[in-house]
């Protein structure tokens, strides 16, 4: 499709909001409860506001706990909260004749940081909730309900030269302007004191914020902020109406994008080395796509974000690469240093007195016409909504540009903002990460005992991990059961049957895709099988050496440029889930065993070749693994249990924990510790190694 044809696609229009508002559902609240209600229905709709933005508020009549009395207490959502998804816990509460006496002790502008330490000394009931920097925009205005969002049609009003204007227009002097100011006390004394000389404002347009609006009771504020949201997406719909956004498309999306965005993200992570590693995100929203292709595309880029929640998030501008140098890994080295170089000059300008040290100086947002946006960030969910406020900012531009020229933070500003004492603050009272925070994990066999076991170690101290099996619906089982108890962000699955070579590849390039990258490959799937020599069919012999001779060298394979990718970065590991009759022959199980040997002997070979890349290769050999095990569930435990001439129930078991010299079963869970240790880096110095996790048994000792 030329050019021409693309730059007549229409811009995408803003949602209008609707109410959604239930009655029924509110009239069984209290006071604290239909504000609560308010707020996670403005939070759970992504027109009105994105995550962790926006709060609300409403002044509500308690008991002192003290004296007994009523008294006037304001409860506003807390520092760090998402309105969508709070409760009640989530909202800080305040004494209201405290938080107006404190005024007293503002002395102008330069007073704003120290106003904050003032705010915990009018809590009220002991409430440990911080108290967000917005609080005196709720405090100081004089109405019961306020509600404070960022909805991308109302930023995009507020980041445009023409917004001003465009204020008058939709709302004929309802709702008021006031110029960019930074949040805190200052803020509110201002905005207070413009609405005080324009009686009968009922909202204020806040330049690079976005809108505050009240009224008298909870309902009223929630419809009273969708009905504005509403009409200024109406309003921008209209003027964008069968045009072009962005100066329309001149790079239309690549039909191949996400095979791309899989090659690509894993050498961009390697090149962006730091303290810790990055997770990756990647989206081709249509939103991007139109972005990413559009004439004015790199113009629009450079700027930057304009509203303090996107910034935050986006850092000072995204890093914008050329689809036709992607495949060279000079120009993209090239262009992570300049990206970080730009930013020590940045931080070097813009830096005060006092400052904190600069941060992490690589890109958070890479943006590639035709192909989409990749966002980076020490964890998956961070990535994920980095990516999200940049969709945001997206929006922002377009609306934006439909009504004048889009404006971003004055760079100072942002600088201020990025480097708030009060943020870095915030920033050192986080817990630090757990160990695997920013590592990427593959297991396959991944919906078995012993590879659910190790994916649920490695999730449990932070990894990401893609699951990959076979069985779609045992993985599908798993992967949801992770959801719910780690999140959905670090998990994910790929069917694969890992003696299917192009299987295998896709499996590779989804973690890719999906994570950025790979730190680790857990090669565990396998089967079983157990037949005297002379009963060994050539089709049972490939069997076993397809899954656990080819299947291992296919996995490591296609799991060796993601891992090469890291090798600045302090390496990465492969582990082999072997067996104790790699090392120990079996009589009656000859093509398995030898099979495992010769996929043990495959990870020797390997930490040999990976060694120069820092990819360290070891190998976990189990013995007798049998709760939770598929592998047992089938002919396997009848056939070794025919073997030793003992039932295959309750008596199997006991025979293996009798012939163990511990006497003791061996877990899924066993198996997971050790390759837990192989995995992380307090194996950082071992390669080439075997650990035997088979409760002791001689004939396995390595010599």
């Not at 690589?362 to 943006?367: D, E, I, R």
């Not at 817990?431 to 005992?449: E, F, H, K, S, Y």
Request: net charge negative.
């Amino acid at each position: 499709m030329s050019a021409q044809i693309h730059a007549a696609v229409a811009a995408l229009p803003f949602a209008v909001p609707a109410s959604r508002w239930d009655d029924s559902h509110a009239s069984a609240l209290d006071a604290a409860g239909l504000l609560l209600y308010r707020s996670n229905l403005l939070g759970s709709d992504l027109t009105v506001t994105n995550f962790g933005g926006g709060n609300t508020s409403a002044k509500l009549t308690e008991t002192d706990p003290l004296s007994g009395d009523p008294v006037d207490v304001l409860w506003v959502k807390g520092s760090g909260g998402d309105i969508g998804s709070m409760g009640l816990d989530g909202f800080a509460t305040l004494y209201l004749d405290r938080l107006l006496g404190l005024e007293a002790h503002y002395r102008g502008p330069e007073d704003d940081d120290r106003m904050v330490g003032f705010l915990p000394h009018c809590t009220f009931n002991l409430n440990g909730r911080a108290a967000s920097i917005d609080t005196p925009l709720h405090a100081l205005l004089p109405f019961a309900h306020i509600d404070h969002v960022h909805p991308d049609a109302m930023i995009a009003l507020a980041a445009s030269s023409g917004g001003e204007a465009a204020v008058r227009e939709i709302w004929g002097g309802r709702i008021g302007w006031l110029p960019w100011k930074r949040p805190g006390y200052t803020l509110g004394v201002m905005l207070r004191d413009f609405v005080a000389a324009n009686p009968g404002l009922e909202g204020v347009m806040l330049a690079g914020h976005g809108i505050i609006c009240w009224a008298d009771n909870a309902k009223g504020c929630y419809e009273h902020t969708i009905g504005l949201i509403a009409d200024a997406a109406r309003f921008l719909n209209d003027r964008q109406s069968g045009k072009p956004a962005f100066g329309g498309m001149v790079v239309p999306p690549s039909p191949g994008r996400a095979a791309i965005a899989a090659d690509l993200m894993p050498r961009l992570r390697g090149l962006m080395t730091g303290e810790r590693r990055k997770v990756g995100h990647f989206s081709d929203d249509a939103e991007t796509l139109e972005f990413v292709g559009s004439a004015h595309f790199e113009r629009l880029a450079a700027l930057g974000t304009s509203c303090p929640d996107h910034f935050l998030r986006t850092k000072i501008a995204p890093l914008a690469l050329d689809p036709a140098r992607l495949r060279d890994d000079a120009y993209l080295a090239a262009r992570i240093a300049d990206y970080r170089e730009l930013y020590r000059a940045y931080y070097e300008r813009c830096k005060r007195a006092g400052s904190p040290a600069m941060r992490d100086p690589n890109p958070v947002v890479v943006l590639v016409p035709g192909v989409g946006r990749m966002t980076f960030a020490a964890d998956k969910t961070t990535a994920r909504l980095a990516g999200e406020f940049y969709a945001n900012a997206i929006n922002v531009m377009r609306g934006a540009e439909a009504v004048g020229d889009y404006v971003a933070l004055d760079e100072q500003e942002a600088f201020d903002i990025e480097y708030w004492l009060l943020e870095e603050a915030k920033l050192r009272r986080m817990p630090a990460p757990r160990p695997m925070v920013g590592r990427i994990a593959l297991v396959t066999g991944g919906a078995g005992g012993i590879g659910a076991a190790i994916a649920a170690r490695l999730l449990r101290d932070g990894a990401c991990v893609m699951l990959a099996d076979r069985d779609a619906k045992a993985l599908e089982e798993v992967r949801a059961g992770f959801a719910r108890q780690f999140g959905g962000d670090v998990v994910r699955a790929v069917t694969c049957d890992v003696t299917d070579e192009p299987a295998v590849a896709a499996a590779f390039a989804a973690c890719a895709r999906e994570f950025g990258g790979l730190d680790v490959l857990v090669a565990n799937a396998g089967i079983a099988s157990s037949a005297p020599l002379g009963d060994t069919t050539v089709e049972l012999w490939d069997r076993n050496y397809d899954v656990l001779a080819k299947g291992y060298f296919l996995t490591a394979k296609h799991a060796w440029p993601l891992l090469q990718a890291m090798q600045d970065q302090g390496g990465a590991s492969v582990v082999f889930i072997g067996s104790k009759n790699a090392v120990a022959a079996a009589a009656g199980a000859s093509a398995y065993a030898s099979a495992k040997a010769a996929a043990n002997h495959l990870a020797r070979c390997l930490a040999l070749e990976g060694a120069s890349a820092g990819i360290r290769v070891n190998v976990v050999n189990p013995d007798a693994v049998i709760q939770g095990s598929r592998i047992w569930d089938g002919d396997w435990r009848k056939e070794r249990a025919g073997t030793h001439g003992i039932d295959p129930g309750a008596e199997l078991e006991e025979h293996y924990r009798q012939r163990s010299m511990l006497k003791r079963a061996v877990l899924p869970e066993d198996i997971a510790e050790a390759t837990y240790w192989f995995a992380s880096d307090m194996s950082a110095k071992s390669t080439g190694n075997m650990i035997n996790v088979d409760a002791g048994n001689a004939q396995a000792f390595t010599r």
